[in-house]
């Protein structure tokens, strides 16, 4: 999903023929493996706008021609999660493929916080997972039902347009997916899903430099040679 002035996304994803043309010619061939790896041969991107600025739920909502009636996966770019060799949203797909019915990630945050986060209440299932009884957009501590919060992962079935497109807006003024989320649980099981990993809140400016490091750690070429530099750089702030 994109929005007007965001095309950098797009161009991310596209085929960029005069790099690739300098790189065959330098002799580059690992690098130029590893651009036209960006996009796969059996994906396709497609760039969806957002004309207007009317929440999550409109986002998720603009993409109905696309997806059809098909189960399909929400990944919000503020949150980065890092799974190691075990992705979340492959976590979550081996748990859609069990429940074939939605699913909504979340995660303990400290209870004053839970006016940061729409907030589940469930029956569990098992350690990771539960039946989901309720969820809320952004509720005061006082009237939080748990201190289980959402977290930028979803796998939802195709019925949940229908509900996104007849919703009134929420807060905000705001098409909430959180809504069609409450409204989707009336007529078919949605669960919860603790996850296996660590996440890193981007839309904050010291989660985004936490996240770089960290990510630039577990690198599989630079990974050793940065963790020294970083060892090396914080011994010599202690002088």
């Excluded at 996966?73 to 992705?87: H, K």
């Excluded at 079935?157 to 009336?186: C, R, V, W, Y």
């Excluded at 060892?231 to 002088?239: A, G, I, N, T």
């Amino acid at each position: 999903m994109t929005g007007r002035g965001k095309r950098a996304i797009e161009d991310h994803f596209d085929v960029s023929h005069e790099l690739e043309v300098q790189l065959e010619a330098a002799g580059k061939f690992d690098l130029l493996e590893e651009v036209r790896d960006i996009l796969p041969e059996h994906v396709t991107a497609v760039a969806i706008r957002q004309p207007r600025p009317l929440g999550l739920g409109h986002a998720v909502y603009c993409a109905k021609k696309i997806i059809g009636d098909e189960p399909f996966a929400v990944l919000l770019a503020d949150d980065m999660i890092y799974g190691g060799r075990n992705p979340v949203l492959l976590q979550m797909v081996d748990m859609f493929d069990k429940v074939q019915s939605s699913i909504v990630a979340v995660e303990e945050v400290d209870p004053s916080e839970t006016h940061k986060y729409g907030i589940v209440s469930m029956t569990p299932v098992d350690d990771r997972s539960g039946k989901m009884e309720g969820i809320v957009e952004k509720p005061l501590p006082e009237h939080a039902p748990s201190n289980l919060g959402v977290v930028g992962r979803y796998i939802l079935t195709s019925e949940i347009f229908d509900h996104l497109e007849n919703i009134p807006k929420g807060s905000g003024g705001e098409i909430q997916l959180t809504d069609g989320i409450a409204e989707l649980m009336k007529n078919q099981d949605v669960y919860s899903y603790a996850y296996h990993g660590k996440r890193y809140d981007c839309g904050s400016k010291l989660g985004y430099l936490a996240a770089t490091v960290e990510y630039g750690i577990n690198h599989k070429d630079l990974g050793d040679d940065f963790k020294a530099y970083l060892k090396e750089f914080v011994e010599s702030l202690d002088q």
